[in-house]
């Protein structure tokens, strides 16, 4: 079973940045999609960012211009770069990976803002 292990969370001041790496414990045909969705106390998880197997990202309106998600050539990690965090960014991040057989989580990092 793929495992997807996230790192590079933290606790960062407002307007700070942070990268979020996920690695996918072995290769891993028909990737459709990958992402990032985050979950905060008392909310639903919701989608950050994706990347589909062309390029194409999709962002939420709220980190449009502030994170750019990107993955390596052979599909083997997604990145999350986080710039001008704010305080409603604080959330447990997980990424995400999509095939035509089922999806793949990974069981999230802390992402902690301070205003």
């Known amino acids: 079973q793929v495992q997807l292990v996230e790192s590079g969370g933290g606790l960062v001041q407002a307007g700070g940045s942070l990268r979020l790496s996920c690695k996918v414990s072995t290769p891993t045909a028909g990737i459709t999609v990958m992402g990032w969705y985050r979950q905060a106390p008392g909310s639903q998880r919701a989608m950050v960012a994706t990347i589909r197997g062309g390029g194409t990202t999709d962002y939420a309106d709220s980190v449009k211009g502030r994170f750019t998600v990107s993955r390596d050539k052979a599909n083997t990690a997604v990145y999350l770069q986080m710039d001008s965090l704010k305080p409603e960014d604080t959330a447990v991040y997980h990424c995400?990976?999509?095939?035509?057989?089922?999806?793949?989580w990974g069981q999230g990092t802390q992402v902690t803002v301070s205003s």
């Open positions: 995400l990976i999509k095939t035509p057989w089922g999806d793949s």
